[in-house]
């Protein structure tokens, strides 16, 4: 372990000056993560087996380890999540329409889900390396009421998609739809699943919308921190059961994610980069050997 923690601090290159730190969580690295006690580390990189020993010896386990990078190649991640003069990453530009839409050549990928799933909290998270960025989180919920773009440096764009459901925009249908059928650098749809409650008829709806799309997307299951163990596992097999059934364009392996603590962003992030193209992974051994949307 000691030794990890001296690899990963010559990796990550010059420590950041103390004022550059001001406003950051005190997790949001993955140097933090490593630095805590062995459990509580596994936790954090592999969310999944906090919940594992608590599973049936029976369920397989397969599907929720597909994507599993080394603790070195989520550093690397992370250096792109770190904005510099170099690799600026910045609040972009809202739409409220998709020809009001800025014309992007990197590659993007977007987050869906219902309002108050938690989706600006968690594009905050994986952006607190550069707490300059503003990512509005409301209370409210319904609160993104347009298409907010993210860029990172040159390497990819992260769009907050207005939330359905209670309160959602009026055209969220002709906004959003549009998007996922014809944006031509979307190379992944990240379809957010409130943990705490699991799949419910308007997150069906995505889903087969996503489905009809014909296109990759993920499932992230949100909120992980606010339910039981028991809650919890009973919406994750839940959801595993639909995904073996309903869909062919979707991910195997949902990625549980609590923005509050931290679980599963370090993951997260490597993934985005990942699929991208601005990352290759080092440590495939528990990687499929395409992590693209289908099941090959």
């Not at 062995?38 to 029976?58: D, I, N, T």
């Not at 998709?98 to 889900?113: M, N, Q, R, S, T």
């Not at 909290?121 to 989180?137: M, Q, Y």
């Not at 979307?186 to 699943?193: D, I, Q």
Request: aromatic share 10%.
């Amino acid at each position: 372990m000691f030794r990890l923690q001296r690899r990963l601090r010559l990796q990550s290159g010059a420590p950041l000056h103390a004022a550059a730190w001001l406003g950051v969580h005190k997790l949001a690295s993955v140097q933090k993560a490593v630095s805590l006690p062995p459990k509580q580390m596994q936790s954090l990189l592999y969310p999944f087996s906090g919940v594992e020993a608590y599973l049936h010896r029976s369920v397989d386990r397969t599907q929720f380890k597909l994507f599993h990078p080394s603790v070195e190649d989520m550093v690397t991640a992370e250096k792109l999540f770190c904005s510099s003069p170099s690799h600026r990453i910045d609040y972009y530009v809202s739409a409220e329409r998709l020809d009001h839409a800025p014309v992007l050549k990197p590659p993007e990928v977007c987050f869906i889900g219902r309002s108050n799933v938690g989706k600006s909290s968690l594009i905050k998270a994986l952006f607190s390396l550069t707490p300059e960025v503003e990512v509005r989180v409301s209370k409210t919920p319904g609160h993104t009421k347009k298409m907010n773009f993210f860029r990172v440096g040159k390497a990819f764009t992260i769009v907050d998609m207005p939330g359905y459901g209670h309160r959602a925009p009026r055209d969220f249908v002709d906004m959003v739809e549009p998007y996922l059928y014809t944006r031509k650098n979307l190379v992944r749809t990240f379809l957010l699943v409130d943990g705490s409650v699991g799949l419910q008829h308007a997150d069906m709806i995505a889903l087969e919308m996503c489905e009809e799309t014909r296109r990759p997307y993920v499932i992230v299951v949100t909120k992980i921190d606010k339910c039981g163990t028991g809650v919890l596992l009973t919406n994750l097999l839940n959801l595993q059961d639909v995904l073996k059934s309903q869909t062919t364009s979707c991910f195997p392996q949902p990625f549980l994610i609590s923005s509050l603590s931290y679980w599963g962003i370090y993951l997260l992030r490597c993934f985005i980069t990942h699929v991208t193209g601005s990352t290759r992974l080092k440590d495939t051994s528990l990687s499929p050997p395409e992590t693209g949307g289908s099941r090959s």
